[in-house]
């Protein structure tokens, strides 16, 4: 029986008004694909003592954008992103459905300090029984250790945890690994072969559990 059900956030219920990394790569001009610049920037070292914005920044350094116009150019769409952060409609309704009926729920996500507080600002205070977030504890998706920061909590069985998620490899790919319940959500309605279940809407959950 099912007693925890663990969410992704981004693009499961909460997203930027635009893709800020296809954004900042059509500004930038680097001649590489999204999913590439996603992976160099994050094995960009930079100084961890920087606030997000500016480590954001350093990264484009590192990985070769100087201009000074250009960096402002992508200054700007970071702060514009991060001050527009949506919940999808179907959202809230859906969490505290599940609440009431006592499951525990969990938040993992891959997020910097500046992203998580204004995103969580827009959920009620005590939705979540737990917030696990790369920057706190070191590890990012598909890494399984932001998973077992959940799951070592608990003395029960990994088929009684469920991930919640938009991306096969960091979100179902790694949770099934670790023996749990997946539910891959995709508003465009595509469908992942692997998850144990695939949604368009989150309100689908509803009638899962």
């Known amino acids: ?6 969410f992704d956030m981004w693009q499961t219920l909460a997203d930027y008004p635009f893709n800020l990394y296809e954004e900042v790569l059509r500004v930038a001009k680097l001649s590489m694909k999204l999913q590439e610049f996603i992976i160099k920037k994050g094995k960009a ?3 961890s003592d920087l606030n997000d914005k500016d480590r954001f920044l350093e990264k484009m350094k590192v990985m070769g954008v ?3 116009k250009i960096l402002k150019k992508i200054s700007n769409l970071y702060y514009k992103a991060h001050e527009n952060i949506f919940l999808y409609k179907d959202a809230l309704d859906t969490l505290n459905y599940l609440k009431c009926k006592g499951y525990v729920l969990a938040l993992i996500t891959n997020v ?16 979540f029984d737990h917030v696990i977030t790369s920057f706190e504890i070191g590890y990012k998706k598909p890494e399984k250790e932001i998973f077992l920061a959940l799951s070592e909590k608990y ?3 990994p088929s009684e ?10 979100d179902i790919l790694p949770a099934l690994r ?8 995709n508003r465009k309605r595509m ?7 695939t949604i368009s809407s989150l309100r689908e959950l509803t009638e899962i559990f």
């Open 1 to 6: 029986m099912v007693k925890i059900i663990a």
């Open 45 to 47: 070292s930079v100084s």
């Open 66 to 68: 100087t201009d000074k």
């Open 112 to 127: 910097d300090r500046y992203a998580q507080e204004r995103v969580l600002q827009l959920f009620p205070k005590d939705i």
């Open 155 to 157: 003395d029960i069985d």
């Open 161 to 170: 945890i469920v991930m919640v998620g938009d991306t096969e490899i960091t």
């Open 178 to 185: 670790l023996g749990w319940k997946t539910v891959f959500i």
């Open 191 to 197: 469908v992942s072969k692997k998850a144990d279940y």
